[in-house]
């Protein structure tokens, strides 16, 4: 049974790129989450989906700021004309439909220079 | 606005020793309260869950205490080992939405 996975790890960009960000949630799961995390902070909620429709979206998601699910498996998060302020760890959470428990990925973590 | 209160920020417990950590809430529409415990570098992992109909959960050395009428809930950790040592993050689901404590950092001295 393999975990939520998210792909890079580490990504570190120079402010004005673009980046994008991958989420493979467990097999099973139709929900998936996004949260950022700064440095001393709890998670906080970005974005989610059931299935590949995006159902809710914080106000922290600027527009600069997309996310995907195409055919309701990975999840994709763009950041574009990164600045420093989104330099934290991105994470992505899965769900079933049935059950409250979101289980977390490792995370990717941005360094905007 | 933080709508989960966590406190304290940090603590050290001796090895064996119980480690308490609190949270507050506000908002009467959270209906799940799970607790996750971080490492370094790592991305949170579920511990502990509650509903607020339940007063007390208990799995293995984690306990949850729930006050429905005080809107507060804790986590007791028994019999701490170093291996506990971790950032625990208290949490409340609002229509599939997690928000999160500040985090208490436990560290567990042997």
């Known amino acids: 049974d393999t975990g939520v996975s998210q792909d890079p790890r580490h990504k570190i960009t120079k402010r004005g790129q673009n980046v994008t960000f991958r989420c493979d949630p467990i097999?099973?799961?139709?929900?998936l989450y996004w949260y950022r995390q700064t440095l001393g902070q709890g998670p906080e909620f970005l974005t989610y989906?059931?299935?590949?429709?995006?159902?809710?979206k914080s106000r922290l998601l600027s527009d600069r700021f997309s996310a995907e699910r195409p055919k309701g498996s990975f999840s994709t998060l763009e950041i574009q004309r990164t600045e420093q302020g989104d330099s934290a760890m991105y994470l992505c959470?899965?769900?079933?439909?049935?059950?409250?428990?979101?289980?977390f990925g490792p995370g990717t973590r941005l360094t905007v220079l | 606005q933080q709508q989960v209160k966590q406190s304290p920020q940090s603590l050290i417990v001796q090895k064996g020793g119980i480690s308490i950590i609190n949270c507050a809430y506000e908002n009467t529409a959270f209906d799940y309260f799970p607790w996750y415990q971080q490492f370094p570098g790592k991305g949170p992992a579920l511990l502990i869950a509650i509903r607020p109909d339940v007063s007390e959960k208990k799995e293995g050395r984690f306990t949850i205490s729930f006050n429905k009428s005080a809107k507060q809930f804790s986590l007791h950790i028994m019999d701490s080992q170093p291996g506990d040592s971790a950032t625990y993050f208290c949490?409340?689901?609002?229509?599939?939405?997690?928000?999160f404590g500040a985090g208490t950092t436990v560290t567990v001295r042997a």
């Open positions: 959470a899965s769900s079933t439909v049935l059950y409250d428990e979101q289980f």
């Open positions: 097999s099973e799961h139709n929900r």
């Open positions: 949490a409340a689901n609002d229509d599939y939405k997690l928000s």
């Open positions: 989906f059931q299935n590949e429709a995006q159902l809710e």
